[in-house]
């Protein structure tokens, strides 16, 4: 996990969902069907993307396939917004799935 922005530990939503996912995270490690931690990814992505949007990483530059998608639909989408997002609470590799 990468280890998110300040303004992340200082919002209470942001810190409340970070808290949760951390938690997630280990009851999957346990139980491979649980599957609460997406639930949580994408409630924070969600959160980051309406509440912090000057916050977010800039778009992808190295022909990321999510960014130019979103980008030639609607570069002000929420799910550009979202996709970006996910770049601070989660290690690229996650974060990219789409
Ligand atoms: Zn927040
Ligand atoms: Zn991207």
Do not use: K, N, W
Request: aromatic share 6%; with cysteine.
């Amino acid at each position: 996990m990468p280890t998110p922005p300040p303004f992340m530990r200082t919002c209470p939503q942001c810190a409340e969902l970070l808290g949760a996912l951390v938690e997630a995270f280990a009851q999957a490690l346990t139980d491979p069907h649980y599957d609460g931690a997406e639930r949580i990814q994408i409630a924070l992505a969600r959160h980051l993307a309406d509440v912090h949007p000057q916050a977010l990483p800039a778009p992808h530059t190295d022909g990321c396939p999510s960014c130019a998608r979103y980008e030639e639909l609607d570069p002000d989408s929420v799910f550009l917004r979202e996709h970006l997002a996910r770049g601070l609470f989660l290690p690229d590799e996650l974060a990219r799935l789409p």
